[in-house]
């Protein structure tokens, strides 16, 4: 392979990587460019409404390579050899059965490794150096490897490896453990306040105060973990299942004391992450660590049982919600407390409290989080992480104060709408909540709905109404991107980003052409490599943020060559217009300097909003719940194309039910591990369970988000939803359900 090329072949289903002259022409104006007269120059256009992603048709007929798929080429198959206690030594490992197994080349234990380099981004990545070094932290932990001519050889012998464990103790639980404060907070303080609450709650004329949980829950892609690892000499080329092919990067050049630049990582497509490959976990550099070793390329692939301990998980919430309003609705106070679960050598926390913070307008807010440590894998974000935790909390806590002050819910989250941010002060970059409670309202049918718990039915089946608002952060994270176009018209644009799922290939196509006045049809779309400009990790609903202002920002510069004298092109990997005519450029786009390091603003409250409407159907005797009907309304800057922005929110509202009815990873507190690793004992939504479906968006555009006007979608479709339903399963029951998931016990009993 040759590591200073680009990609062979551009993403499959995009334009042709060669651009041969068979390839419908984009559509130019015939007046000529001046300075570069092979081209014409483009005239503006705008992204068709309806954009499918040029990444369907591979996807389809199973043209598209993930990692999992990535030819062996002479490679020995790995697989990691978990732990079996949650907490204690390994006293002795016996390999002989394993070695002496059909097809086994290697076992691997911390003895045969190298020492591994400190890992950078603390927050960002796990630990390597610890990997193997004899210390058991969480049942799952990988404490050999064993690598064999066939994967069913691998995975046959790593069952014979027996371990010794010493000093064994019991795991704590998260219910055993005490608050701590995490250490060195890198999105928000652990405690903010303003105002007395005390006072505020004492004054009030209706107050509520109730406790509520959210459940351990795994990510569960459809695409398992995969890494393929190869050195030749001391370059090293892993194909792998990223959320950042620049992290993983970073990560592997720090761990074997090589420079990034003989590190290449290529990602073009990923088979669902959700949070779970964004940070860097064991099995990357182990089994770089092993193909070092042994001298050839390294296969690795987790089972679907180690996905539940081998990369992250959301962690279980406890969390406290305390209100006080006027005899107008109106709040006079409002204090959110939070605790949730994470490792005993991380500090993961859950930012459930923050959205407290700026959602409602009230004199008195206060806030404080906390985590506990435990015998258990190190948690990690997972769609939507923060906020859409914390949300369920104070949306169920808005509609218990609306029933108990007689205030319809819509109207009580209208009476307390902010003008400014509440804690703060600061002026909101754009805040269209209002429009979306209204709009919701309408297109659901909310003017119908009987306050009354209990008073609405279908023959057998109680009905609910309920309702919830939505809102996520805005990060924003600097990326760089080039675009090329020939003599023909044909573009180019190339970035180091990843295709996770969700359709980020045809926005970017849509970006570059809308500037250049090209179909985006006939836009070749490279990513997924970090020989391409770099750019950030696809996580935090900041890709079209980041990356999509860059190409935005790389298209002008184009178009301004295009329009005026060639300048020389500059950049790594930029090369002159040749014979063919090509010319290209490249651009950075990054927040402010004033953001903080999420790239959050702190000059503006910026944030993304929405309002989800839902009617369930509740079988009384059986205490079954399903989601009738669901109504999204969203606010969420430029949309840039609302048909995959469309398929974003409905694949985060199924998310939410998921949360909401489905999902929870139970601890086994004997015996330190969670007991059901797989799809049958770990259940999310399948298409029956999703029925009427209706996502709209109100017309918002920020410009101080980014160049586009556009903000993050990702995660902001699975917020509010589990409140919603759980709102709506209490209008039509009269039970209140404040621990998630909703079980069949709870409505029964």
């Not at 001046?34 to 040029?54: D, M, T």
């Not at 539940?308 to 709040?331: I, K, M, N, Y």
């Not at 990790?537 to 060639?566: C, F, N, Q, W, Y």
């Amino acid at each position: 392979m040759n590591d200073t090329s680009v990609p062979a072949s551009p993403l499959p289903g995009s334009a042709p990587a060669s651009l041969p002259t068979s390839t419908p022409a984009s559509p130019l104006v015939s007046a000529p460019a001046s300075g570069w007269p092979h081209a014409s120059r483009p005239a503006s256009a705008a992204i068709p409404a309806g954009l499918r992603r040029p990444d369907g048709p591979a996807k389809l007929t199973g043209a598209a390579r993930y990692s999992g798929d990535t030819p062996a080429d002479g490679a020995a198959y790995a697989v990691l050899v978990g732990a079996t206690v949650a907490r204690g030594r390994v006293a002795e490992l016996d390999t002989a059965a394993a070695r002496g197994a059909p097809g086994v080349t290697a076992v691997l234990t911390a003895a045969d490794l190298p020492d591994l380099g400190a890992a950078p981004l603390a927050h960002s990545v796990v630990p390597m150096q610890r990997a193997l070094d004899g210390a058991v932290r969480y049942e799952g932990q990988p404490i050999a490897i064993v690598l064999a001519k066939s994967w069913e050889q691998a995975r046959y012998a790593a069952g014979l490896v027996r371990a010794g464990y010493a000093d064994v103790r019991p795991a704590v639980t998260f219910e055993e453990a005490e608050d701590e404060q995490e250490r060195g907070p890198v999105m928000s303080p652990a405690d903010e306040r303003k105002g007395d609450v005390a006072a505020g709650l004492a004054a009030a004329h209706t107050t509520v105060s109730a406790a509520y949980s959210t459940a351990d829950r795994h990510h569960s892609p459809i695409e398992p973990s995969a890494t393929h690892a190869r050195w030749d000499g001391e370059r090293l080329t892993v194909h792998d299942s990223v959320q950042s092919v620049s992290l993983t990067r970073q990560a592997l050049a720090a761990a074997f004391g090589v420079p990034a630049e003989q590190v290449r990582v290529i990602s073009p497509y990923v088979g669902g992450g959700f949070g779970c490959k964004g940070y860097i976990w064991p099995h990357q550099i182990l089994a770089a660590a092993a193909a070092l070793v042994t001298g050839r390329p390294v296969k690795l692939q987790l089972t679907r049982a180690q996905m539940f301990t081998a990369c992250g998980h959301q962690p279980v919430t406890r969390q406290t919600v305390s209100l006080g309003a006027d005899a107008e609705g109106r709040l006079t106070a409002l204090r959110h407390t939070s605790a949730n679960a994470t490792s005993r050598d991380d500090d993961h926390a859950e930012y459930t409290t923050d959205a407290s913070t700026w959602m409602y307008a009230s004199p008195a807010i206060e806030v404080r989080r906390r985590v506990r440590h435990t015998d258990r894998p190190q948690p990690t974000p997972m769609r939507a992480p923060h906020v859409g935790l914390g949300m369920f909390a104070l949306e169920s806590a808005m509609d218990e104060l609306a029933y108990a002050a007689g205030i319809d819910p819509v109207e009580l989250r209208l009476r307390n709408e902010p003008e400014t941010d509440p804690l703060t002060g600061r002026p909101f970059s754009s805040r269209k909540q209002r429009e979306c409670l209204r709009e919701g309202a309408e297109r659901f049918g909310w003017a119908a709905r009987t306050s009354e718990p209990r008073s609405m039915r279908a023959g057998d089946e109680l009905i609910g109404w309920g309702m919830a608002a939505a809102t996520m952060d805005t990060f924003r994270f600097p990326s760089t991107a080039r675009v090329g176009i020939d003599a023909e018209g044909r573009v180019r644009v190339e970035t180091g980003t990843q295709e996770i799922g969700t359709g980020l290939p045809g926005v970017i196509a849509g970006i570059a052409a809308e500037v250049l006045g090209a179909d985006p049809r006939a836009v070749e779309v490279r990513i997924g490599d970090t020989l391409l400009p770099p750019a950030a990790m696809t996580a935090g609903s900041s890709a079209t943020i980041g990356v999509g202002s860059a190409v935005h920002a790389a298209a002008s510069a184009l178009r301004e060559k295009l329009d005026g004298p060639v300048a020389p092109a500059t950049g790594p990997g930029a090369r002159e217009p040749g014979a063919d005519g090509y010319l290209e450029a490249e651009a950075t786009w990054a927040p402010e300097e004033s953001a903080d390091p999420g790239g959050r603003s702190t000059t503006y409250s910026m944030h993304t909003y929405g309002a989800v409407f839902v009617e369930v159907r509740v079988d009384e005797e059986l205490g079954l719940v399903r989601m009738e009907r669901c109504t999204g309304v969203y606010a969420a800057g430029r949309i840039v194309n609302p048909l995959t922005a469309r398929s974003q929110m409905t694949g985060g509202i199924a998310w939410g039910l998921g949360q909401a009815l489905l999902e929870e990873s139970r601890f086994d507190a004997r015996l330190g591990r969670f007991r059901s690793k797989n799809l049958a004992g770990y259940v999310v939504p399948v298409n029956a369970d999703i029925r009427d479906l209706d996502v709209s968006f109100v017309d918002d555009h920020d410009p101080h988000a980014s160049a586009l006007g556009a903000k993050g979608i990702g995660e902001l479709g699975a917020v509010g939803v589990s409140a919603a339903i759980v709102n709506a399963v209490f209008h039509a029951t009269g039970v209140r359900v404040r621990n998630l998931p909703v079980g069949i016990a709870d409505l029964l009993g």
